[in-house]
């Protein structure tokens, strides 16, 4: 694990983070004493959004008819 100061990484913050990125762990000092690490984040799980429409018309009945959340979406953001 690599060690910056306090100082050292306020000065060199882009050094820091790039140490980071490349998946290694950075220790950060005060006074040569430990205090912080900073890790590379774990590999986040895909989230699974569930199918509002199909909840929709088992609440509100086969008479529901509305916009999926998609188009929604889509409709709402515009051309981008």
């Known amino acids: 694990m690599?060690?910056?100061s306090i100082m050292e990484?306020?000065?060199n913050l882009s050094r820091v983070l790039r140490e980071v990125a490349a998946?290694?762990?950075?220790?950060?000092t005060r006074r040569k004493k430990l205090v912080?690490?900073?890790v590379p984040p774990e590999d986040e799980p895909e989230v699974e959004w569930p199918d509002f429409v199909t909840r929709a018309a088992e609440v509100w009945g086969a008479g529901?008819?509305?916009?999926?959340?998609d188009a929604l979406l889509d409709e709402g953001r515009g051309e981008r």
């Open 2 to 4: 690599k060690t910056f």
């Open 9 to 11: 990484a306020q000065h």
């Open 23 to 28: 998946g290694h762990e950075v220790g950060i």
């Open 36 to 38: 912080a690490r900073l």
């Open 64 to 69: 529901w008819r509305g916009a999926s959340s």
